[in-house]
Nanobody
Framework: QVQLVESGGGSVQAGGSLRLSCAAS????????MSWFRQAAGKEREGVAA????????YVADSVKGRFTISQDYAKNTVYLQMNSLKPEDTAMYYC???????????????????????WGQGIQVTVSS
């Protein structure tokens, strides 16, 4: 059974930082592409970052590059999204997603679309106030 559980969201002022965590069941984790998406009110879901768990290659979307970092703790089957210099426009529901993938498809970013991921967490709210 695939399970993804997010944690770490909340409210923060602009310029602040948050770290999101996504704990995955072991069945999911090995040789997977783990990713973070976000969806703001009234907007389409947007891919933010991805990591190939087997080798650690990463992709970060241009919209958050330089501010967000994706990483993993392989021993804990957990992926993190470190979000720094947060802006009000980062306010959204953040989702962890996973699926099996080739390494290149994952860390090239070519896979970072909603349709490419079959397993999703429940989502966690991030609110950034000005």
């Amino acid at each position: 059974q695939v399970q993804l559980v997010e944690s770490g969201g909340g409210s923060v002022q602009a310029g602040g930082s948050l770290r999101l965590s996504c704990a995955a069941s072991e069945y999911t984790y090995s040789t997977s592409c783990m990713s973070w998406f976000r969806q703001a009110a009234g907007k389409e879901r947007e891919g933010v970052a991805a990591i190939y768990t087997g080798g650690g290659g990463t992709y970060v979307a241009d919209s958050v590059k330089g501010r967000f970092t994706i990483s993993q703790d392989y021993a804990k089957n957990t992926v993190y999204l470190q979000m720094n210099s947060l802006k009000p426009e980062d306010t959204a529901m953040y989702y962890c997603a996973a699926d099996w993938s080739s390494p290149y498809d994952c860390y090239s970013g070519s896979r970072l679309t909603s349709q490419s991921f079959g397993y999703w967490g429940q989502g966690i709210q991030v609110t950034v106030s000005s």
